[in-house]
């Protein structure tokens, strides 16, 4: 479907619909992991977000390509061209890792940036465009605007306009004016991230290079504001489009809540342990080395937080009574919609220690069960039996002061898996979110999870 273009709109008057409290949480849990963590911990995991970022932000626009056991390689041994698989680019793989080399140069200089307190500026704008560009094969100037339309021609022989030439610096202006106004206002920063980089892309001020200058705008305002960067992987790019297409439509709200569930998977992922030393397949060579990794292995075995982690068992619970609650009520409507057919049957069945077929790869995280396994499920008999599964479990291979509930239909036979809505929409329970912002969210997005496993089931019968 074809978008004609106009002038950036402002961010609608009720914004507020998109506010949540998920991110005062995820900053806090982040902030106590940096202070846990060892000058060379927190050294080598910035090093490896920043790689990743790099890496992923090209992967989108399909500069390169590769699976992710490639990425891990390279973030675990360092970028080089001897790692770059043949074929994954009609570049050279010299030329490959020297773009994402000054792909890891932009982020830093975010960063640095951040750390200057400098306001974004159009002349920042073209520095960072110059510099994610400078060795990419063109044949127009860097860091200026274009100057030719770059509209896009879809697939169904629509077109997707962007801003004339003529419009793109008076759009631009109107763009930093806006930021600095929602900024001012406090709009949270996810909110501002999301609008300012679809407004970006909706301008397209360069012939090329605007997918990867938005999301470095979009990382800034995060990075800012103490979160983590805006980390996209190739697998998930499509979703991302789609965002954007809704954006386009005037629903910025997906794209909002894909920046706050990328959040919440960086900080999962930060909290519990990665390689750090590069063991390159061998042996440490030295007593040095060999004390560099044991030091490393221990900064990272030790990042212990139990004061902080006591109130998260006391959420769980309270978030298991509303799961109960839930699940009541929906027994109570399904026996009274069915109390005219024989063989129907529904009840609350309490099966903690059971994953009733779920498959944890299916997450982006490892579940841990050993403190935390809670299952409460709709169990319905028809005369096959099936569960809906509203389970809670500890989030990572270690205690970390997190847990995750996650909802899915568990199907009548073992040989069958279990399937969720959407893997990524678990939610994230913290010891440091207040309990009642914990259960205002948590009891929204049970609904919508029950709603979506319900729709599943009605698809198997």
């Known amino acids: 479907m074809g978008h004609s273009w106009r002038p950036i709109a402002p961010l609608p008057s009720d914004w507020e619909k998109w506010v949540d409290s998920e991110l005062s ?12 963590m060892g000058e060379r911990t927190a050294a080598k995991v910035h090093e490896r977000m920043l790689t990743e970022w790099s890496i992923e932000t090209g992967m989108v626009e399909d500069l390169y390509r590769w699976d992710r056991g490639v990425t891990e390689t390279l973030l675990t041994h360092g970028v080089r061209a001897d790692r770059i698989p043949d074929g994954a680019s009609s570049w050279s793989p010299e030329l490959v890792a020297q773009v994402i080399q000054d792909q890891i140069s932009v982020v830093e200089g975010l960063f640095a940036y951040v750390k200057e307190e400098r306001p974004v500026s159009t002349s920042f704008i073209h520095e ?6 400078r060795n990419v094969p063109r044949n127009y100037d860097l860091g200026k605007w274009k100057t030719g339309s770059n509209w896009v021609t879809l697939p169904d022989g629509s077109t997707h306009e962007y801003c004339p030439p003529e419009h793109v610096a008076a759009e631009m202006d109107r763009l930093l004016e806006l930021n600095s106004e929602y900024e001012a206002k406090h709009v949270p920063v996810e909110i501002r991230a999301a609008w ?13 290079g605007n997918g990867r200058t938005a999301r470095a705008l979009a990382t800034l305002l ?3 504001d103490h979160l983590f960067p805006l980390i996209i992987r190739q697998s998930e790019k499509h979703m991302y489009f789609d965002d954007l297409e809704a954006a386009d439509g005037g629903d910025e709200g997906p794209l909002i809540h894909r920046f706050r569930g990328l959040q919440r998977r960086e900080v999962v992922k930060m909290s519990v342990p990665v390689p750090l030393t590069p063991p390159e397949n061998r042996p440490p060579a030295t007593i040095q080395e060999a004390l560099d990794r044991v030091r490393d292995k221990l900064e990272y075995s030790e990042r212990v ?18 799961i109960t609650k839930q699940i009541n009520e929906l027994v109570e409507r399904l026996t ?35 403190r935390i396994n809670k299952t409460i499920c709709l169990q319905i008999a028809m005369p096959v039996k099936w569960r809906i599964a ?9 205690t970390n002061g997190l847990a995750s509930c996650v909802v899915y239909l568990s199907p009548p036979s073992e040989e069958l898996r279990a399937v969720m809505s959407s893997p990524s929409e678990y939610f994230l329970i913290s010891y ?3 309990l009642p912002d914990i259960h205002a969210r948590f009891s929204k997005w049970l609904e919508k999870q029950l709603i979506n496993t319900l729709d599943l089931w009605q698809q198997q019968l």
Not at 311 to 322: N, Q, S, Y
């Open 25 to 36: 949480a995820i900053r806090a849990v982040w902030r106590d992991l940096q202070e846990a």
């Open 128 to 133: 960072l465009h110059a510099q994610l560009l």
């Open 196 to 208: 300012l980089h679809h407004r970006f892309t909706q301008i397209h001020p360069y012939t090329d």
């Open 222 to 224: 995060l990075v800012k």
């Open 305 to 322: 937080l139990p004061d902080l982690w006591a109130p998260l068992f006391g959420k769980v619970d309270a978030l298991g009574e509303e």
């Open 336 to 370: 009274r919609s069915f109390a005219t057919k024989t063989g129907y049957g529904f009840r609350s069945v309490v099966k903690d220690g059971d994953t009733l077929g779920f498959r944890p790869e299916a997450l982006d995280y490892q579940p841990r069960y050993a």
């Open 390 to 398: 509203c389970a809670i479990h500890e989030t990572g291979p270690r």
């Open 432 to 434: 440091a979110e207040p």
